[in-house]
């Protein structure tokens, strides 16, 4: 396994997170990942992607979402930046809360942390978010 680094930039559009699932199907077996981890890598990546583009970027397709892969030895690390707002990542309800268990959405932020060893979010100064997710395998 060699390090290597695969960047996408995609539109802001619903349709791209497909093009971004498949961009990390194709590099995640490319770095060794297993199985199991590949399939949470891939609900990660498309929580992320999604919230970058609705969220973020409010489907402005003025915008892009970038998207980093690198894969060094036994880690994978995903960047996903916006080009929104930003936001207080402690502001966002917890999904697992009674209160909000039935709602349709919120639950990007909880899966990302669930499958990923490590999940943070940086508002960039130039304006934005960089959603910074690590995988040991």
Known sequence: ???????IVLPSHIEAVADAAAAVTGF?????????AAFGIDMA?????TNAIVHG????????VEVTFNCQEHVLEIEVRDQGEGFDP????DPTDPAN??????????????FMDDVRWL???????????????
């Open 1 to 7: 396994m060699t390090e290597q680094t695969t960047r």
């Open 28 to 36: 995640v077996e490319n770095c060794g990942v297993g199985e199991a």
């Open 45 to 49: 990546v498309r929580e992320a992607v």
């Open 57 to 64: 970027n409010q489907e402005d397709e003025a915008k892009a």
């Open 90 to 93: 402690a502001e966002v309800p």
């Open 101 to 114: 268990i039935l709602k349709t959405s919120g639950r990007g932020m909880f899966l990302m942390r669930s």
């Open 123 to 137: 508002t960039r100064p130039d304006g934005g978010t960089t959603v910074r997710m690590v995988k040991k395998f």
